[in-house]
């Protein structure tokens, strides 16, 4: 390069340099060119983004927003859907029509409990202790009964049965239990009520203690419960109620009562 051509170029942008300096400190300083309107800036990093925001309305409202738009601050939460409550549970095996009648005030062993509950000397003598005991409730006609459960063997649907010539009535006949012959009985018969006619819902509930073992008849199974020795009242006093020497106490339970079976007794017939 020529020292003209590096004189030249110096004096350039000494020029340059100059006409920069001359601009008065007040002068405003020319207005940049015109830009479109900014778009929304993009939310920092710790924030959440647009896309996630939007996913975020769809999961709370089960739907899609309207893109970009602000939900208003005082808009209300929408209202949480409170599902009906569940009705209450049925014993199982037992027809729902069945518990209505349970509770029927007509029944002769509500009657009967009712009397001993309220007669002189039998007024609630409840048996002392604190010890509580399993049994199994089933129901014969309009009414519960209740079995201990240490002396039920098992529980099975109606099998084929022989009837038995010269047997009491309750008797119904024999079953074949996996080659053992059990005996049969009635349990609303043995108990003064009417003959069962067996359905889907009946049952045989197998009894055994020190290898004596017997069938009752039933109508339906519908639970097992605890029950205390003191919540258990005494049947005390005569009871005009064929039956009654099977019977040991009774037991209220959900404004229903229950009658309490011996279930020796009933295996030594």
Not at 146 to 172: F, H, S, W
């Amino acid at each position: 390069m020529s020292s003209v051509s590096a004189l030249d170029d110096y004096l350039a942008g000494l020029m340059a340099a100059k006409a920069a300096e001359a601009v008065p400190a007040d002068a405003p300083a020319p207005a940049p060119a015109a830009a479109p309107a900014p778009a929304p800036a993009s939310a920092p990093a710790s924030e959440i983004g647009d896309d996630e925001f939007e996913a975020l309305l769809d999961a709370l409202h089960g739907k899609g927003g309207a893109p970009g738009g602000a939900v208003p601050a005082d808009a209300p939460a929408p209202a949480a859907v409170v599902p009906p409550p569940a009705p209450a549970p049925v014993p199982r095996d037992v027809p729902a029509g069945l518990l209505a009648g349970v509770e029927a005030a007509s029944s002769p062993f509500v009657l009967a409990a009712e009397a001993a509950h309220h007669g002189g000397d039998a007024e609630r003598r409840r048996r002392a202790g604190d010890r509580t005991t399993a049994w199994l409730r089933f129901a014969l006609a309009e009414q519960y009964f209740a079995v201990e459960v240490l002396k039920v063997q098992e529980v099975l649907r109606v099998p084929d049965i022989l009837p038995l010539r010269g047997a009491a009535p309750a008797m119904i006949g024999m079953m074949n239990l996996r080659g053992q012959i059990v005996p049969v009985l009635d349990l609303a018969m043995r108990l003064g009520l009417p003959r069962q006619v067996p359905d889907e819902t009946s049952r045989v509930v197998v009894l055994e203690e020190h290898g004596d073992t017997l069938g009752l008849l039933v109508r339906s199974v519908a639970d097992v419960v605890s029950i205390s020795d003191a919540a258990i009242e005494s049947l005390s006093g005569p009871l005009a109620l064929e039956g009654a020497d099977v019977m040991t106490g009774i037991a209220r339970r959900e404004r229903s009562v229950t009658v309490l079976l011996d279930a020796r007794r009933l295996l030594l017939g």
